[in-house]
């Protein structure tokens, strides 16, 4: 039987099919402990790390919030707290994962400041500089098209994190196919598939795959619920596999 077969049969999948190993590389979580909403302590993170391997994970590239003055994360922060994740993580046994970071830059008005101070941004994916970020959920912003371009401008490739839970584009499917079309890159929160966050996101996410305007999935962790909720609920859910199929760009990273 495939693996395909196992995981979405009608029979409860065995326990060694319940693997995100496809994708290779998760690049959406709040795993760095004590620099957003994610994980406090380096002994939660180290628990995160080890469910993540365990589903199948061989890269992690860590986003932590970077908003206003709420998380005023720097560059700097960042790979200090990911230096001391990966020698935290070395102590406790966890080998073969490779741990990286970069951050997910809030649309505020602080954001075109930093965007006019590259080394004030972390980029994930090499060469190719993807660079993270989301909005208001519920307040469409008013300079979303400014802020893409002036990205794509700067030689950044603009990637908005999980769409699907932008209330304010419910009803507007069009502006998120123009916005792909624009030359922004989407990535679905795995999450969304099982209904975590509502019942519209999930309507949404479902959508982007059935047009295949999905370029990358994300666990989006913080805590332990929404790896219970990935193993337990996503894993079952038949779009995981229609996701799965698209020409992702998670195992280039």
Do not use: W
């Amino acid at each position: 039987m495939s693996f395909f077969s196992k995981l979405f049969g009608e029979s409860a999948p065995p326990a060694e099919a319940a693997s995100l190993a496809a994708l290779e590389v998760d690049m959406h979580s709040h795993l760095l402990p004590g620099l957003d909403d994610g994980a406090e302590t380096p002994e939660q993170a180290v628990e995160l790390l080890r469910q993540l391997q365990g589903l199948g994970y061989r890269k992690l590239i860590m986003t932590p919030h970077v908003m206003g003055d709420f998380y005023r994360n720097t560059p700097e922060g960042i790979r200090g707290a990911l230096a001391a994740l990966e020698s935290a993580a070395a102590k406790a046994g966890i080998t073969g994962l490779e741990l990286d970071c970069a951050a997910e830059y809030y649309l505020d008005e602080h954001f075109g400041r930093r965007l006019e101070q590259p080394e004030s941004l972390l980029t994930f994916g090499g060469a190719r500089r993807l660079l993270l970020f989301e909005t208001s959920y519920i307040n469409e912003p008013f300079n979303l098209n400014e802020s893409i371009f002036n990205m794509q401008a700067a030689g950044y490739q603009p990637v908005l994190a999980h769409p699907e839970r932008y209330t304010y584009l419910y009803g507007r499917f069009e502006e998120l196919e123009r916005l792909r079309e624009q030359g922004v890159m989407l990535q679905v929160n795995l999450n969304s598939l099982a209904g975590y966050y509502s019942g519209g996101a999930k309507r949404v996410a479902e959508k982007l795959i059935d047009a295949g305007l999905v370029d990358l999935l994300g666990t989006d962790t913080h805590h332990t619920k929404h790896l219970d909720t990935l193993r337990t609920k996503t894993l079952a859910m038949p779009y995981l596999a229609k996701a799965l199929a698209l020409p992702l760009l998670n195992n280039t990273l």
